[in-house]
């Protein structure tokens, strides 16, 4: 078990080496598709992450989110780019997402291609 914790220092999960391995390689990848009709694509930036395990945290709460479609999060650019459903999810969904990981979105860009 690892305690992980955030810029602040804050804990914030338990989390097994197997959770953390598959959190890290999740289904969505960085090629994610321009958005369907229906569909939107958003990128949140200035995260705050510093390691892996600030990624793994962000990643398990996108996959936990309803109506995220495919996320891509980009440690190097301290970043995560996500395809959503509007009609499940709103972007401010998606900040308390990040939120209860313990970090903060500073930016937001809504993508249209």
């Given at each position: 078990?690892?305690?992980?914790?955030?810029?602040?220092?804050?804990?914030?999960?338990?989390?097994?080496p197997t959770f953390l391995a598959s959190s890290l390689n999740l289904?969505?990848?960085?090629?994610?598709?321009?958005?369907q009709p229906?569909?939107?694509?958003?990128?949140?930036?200035?995260?705050?992450?510093?390691?892996?395990?600030?990624?793994?945290?962000?990643a398990a709460k996108l996959k936990q989110t309803s109506g995220v479609i495919a996320y891509d999060v980009d440690l190097k650019n301290d970043s995560a780019t996500v395809l959503y459903d509007p009609e499940k999810v709103t972007i401010e969904k998606l900040r308390k997402a990040v939120a209860e990981a313990g970090?903060?979105?500073?930016?937001?860009e809504e993508i249209e291609k």
């Open positions: 078990m690892f305690l992980l914790a955030s810029a602040t220092g804050a804990p914030l999960w338990l989390a097994s289904a969505a990848g960085a090629n994610i598709s321009a958005p229906g569909q939107k694509k958003v990128v949140l930036k200035n995260l705050g992450m510093s390691c892996p395990f600030c990624k793994a945290a962000i970090f903060q979105v500073r930016a937001v």
